[in-house]
């Protein structure tokens, strides 16, 4: 079960956690590899951790007679040939290989290069895995699925998604047999909510929808899931108490018993609507 | 000479294009006879390295020089290394700055002006990680 939004902020993380909690023994997947904040509400003790690499090519300039194959070759203008040099931009590379293989001189092979590290670990019975991205790496989908990777059928897995909808959301929530959708009834809300189930529609994946700090903005975002038919699974309210635990990295369900019911619920509806 | 100007068009009246990589076309032109020719720029809409694969196209056309506003890091190094001098801070029509260039009221550049996707338009974001990150 992947916990989605849009956009940022709206509680993806505070719902995930929660949820997590509630009904024990899950695996939890933290995929924000750019921010990752769940191990800040649940306070694992890592006992696994492990670098990420990806594969970049390396020219031989002994044998490179600069002909540019190579850089014709690459769709993402990784390689840069002057008549004297070949320049690699790594941090542009997808990692592809095809550089290596249409070199005809055979003078470009690979070395890994760390963009990011993977980290295990538990809280409880719970499972934690998550991912960070170095500073100044723009590709956040190989941690990702090197995240995903670690994922193990025996259990419920959550994943916490980054906010928008770009690749690394459609890398978290693929293969998923549900997505909760957490928003705030806000026009921005709103705005970033419709975006992503237009995604979710697209990828065949079910959705619901949490609406987090109810109460707040205006009823454009119940009138809009009531439009389309889209089950609001539960709704939080705007709380100080909830923001205070919150501020001090303690998930609210925690404190507040009664909530731990509800995301039991939450869970439970979660089961039915995907199937499973 | 073979003098490169990214321009918004394809004469020598154009008015100079202030972005690399993304520019509408590179007026490449010989300083001696201003006899030109005008290559469209096929970089202008690539997702990542844009400068880099703009600076292959002219790399391959034997430019001596590249006027135009703004340079990338990715850009600068790859034209540095190809042995390309590059002048920036340009405006006014193609054949403009280059008599302004002739002239010796043009310095070439050692450090890239603006950091990368610059030339990308408003809204698009900042390339791979686009539409993220937006908080109240």
Redesign the interface.
């Known amino acids: 079960m992947a916990v989605a939004s849009g956009k940022g902020g709206t509680g993806k993380t505070s719902v995930a956690v929660n949820m997590a909690l509630s009904i024990g023994n899950v695996q939890f997947l933290d995929c924000d590899v750019e921010e990752p904040n769940a191990y800040l509400l649940l306070h694992p003790e890592i006992s696994r951790t492990e670098p990420v690499y990806l594969p970049v090519p390396v020219i031989n300039e002994e044998l490179c007679d600069h002909c540019g194959k190579c850089a014709e070759f690459c769709s993402n203008n990784a390689i840069f040939v002057s008549p004297e040099k070949v320049l690699v931009f790594p941090e542009l590379c997808y990692s592809c290989g095809g550089c290596a293989i249409i070199c005809p001189r055979k003078a470009i092979s690979e070395e890994q290069r760390k963009i990011g590290t993977l980290r295990l670990g538990s809280a409880g019975d719970l499972e934690l895995v998550y991912g960070e991205l170095e500073v100044g790496e723009p590709m956040a989908v190989p941690v990702i699925k090197e995240v995903k990777r670690q994922i193990k059928n025996d259990r419920p897995v959550i994943l916490d998604s980054p906010p928008g909808t770009s690749c690394p959301v459609i890398e978290t929530v693929k293969e998923s047999d549900f997505c909760v959708l957490v928003t705030e009834p806000t026009p921005f809300g709103l705005h970033d909510l419709k975006i992503t189930v237009q995604v979710l529609k697209h990828m065949g994946i079910p959705f619901g929808v949490v609406v987090n700090r109810a109460g707040i903005g205006d009823k454009k975002v119940y009138e809009y899931c009531k439009e389309k038919n889209i089950p609001i699974l539960l709704e939080i309210p705007y709380q100080r108490k909830i923001a205070e635990l919150y501020s001090r990295g303690i998930p609210f369900s925690l404190e507040m018993p009664e909530w731990k019911e509800k995301f039991q619920t939450l869970f439970n509806q979660v089961r039915k609507l995907a199937g499973k | 000479m073979k003098i490169c100007v990214t321009a918004a068009g394809n004469t020598l009246d154009a008015p100079v294009d202030p972005r690399f990589g993304r520019t509408a076309h590179f007026m490449i032109v010989d300083s001696e006879n201003m006899s030109f020719e005008a290559v469209s720029n096929t970089?202008g809409g690539?997702?990542?390295?844009?400068g880099?694969?703009a600076?292959?196209t002219i790399?391959?056309k034997g430019v001596n020089v590249v006027i135009t506003g703004n340079v990338g890091p990715?850009a600068f190094?790859?034209l540095a290394?190809?042995?390309i001098k590059i002048v920036v801070g340009a405006y006014g029509t193609v054949r403009e700055v280059i008599e302004k260039y002739k002239r010796g009221e043009l310095t070439e550049t050692r450090a890239p002006t603006v950091g990368g996707h610059f030339g990308r338009g408003r809204g698009m974001g900042t390339?791979?990680?686009?539409?993220?990150?937006?908080?109240?």
Do not use: E, L, T, V
């Not at chain 2, 690539?46 to 844009?50: D, I, L």
């Not at chain 2, 390339?127 to 109240?136: A, C, S």
């Open positions: 970089a690539a997702m990542s390295g844009a880099i694969q600076a292959q790399a391959s990715n190094q790859a290394s190809a042995g390339g791979m990680g686009r539409g993220r990150r937006r908080q109240p």
